[in-house]
């Protein structure tokens, strides 16, 4: 009996094996279903947003998330419309909360600028929302749970005003541990 069971096991496993190996599988994604990410913030040739724009179009890209420094918040406004000019979405902007700048029911002013700037063109998009390790520092399991939900809350109020989504984003520490 045991022979039969095992002989039927392997049977099955080699049945498995062999369809989950062989099967074609369609690995091409769509070029409208990705976007590049990281762009400004990483773009080692420090393009100016004009040529950030011109090349995300030669490259056939129909949307990009705005990721930044503070050294490009003073050309945002004109990128991200700049962007929408050439049909090209804005799926998101990142939102950097870091525990020395940012607190609840107060922001950095680069992050209140972000907010400003994002309401001034009236760009309805998602926040990806990310919190530095420091944000949850000698705090227990229960406070920094506590503490990030408040904070998420404050956030969400904000992007509501400005009629956008928040999204959660995970950028390693204690935020990204399920």
Known sequence: MKHHTLSAFVFLLSIIFYFSCSAPKDTDAALDQVFPWCIVAFDSLERSPEERIHLLKELGFSK???DWR???LDEMAGELTL?????????SVWLWLNAKRDSLGKLSPAN????EIIKEI????TLWVSFSNNFFEEHTQEQTMSYAIEMIKFINSKAREINCKVAL???RGWFGNP
Do not use: G, P, S
């Open 122 to 125: 009236n760009l309805n998009t």
């Open 83 to 91: 962007a929408r000019e050439n049909d090209i979405e804005i799926i």
């Open 169 to 171: 984003y995970n950028h």
């Open 112 to 115: 209140d600028r972000i907010f």
């Open 64 to 66: 990009y998330a705005y």
């Open 70 to 72: 503070d050294k490009h």
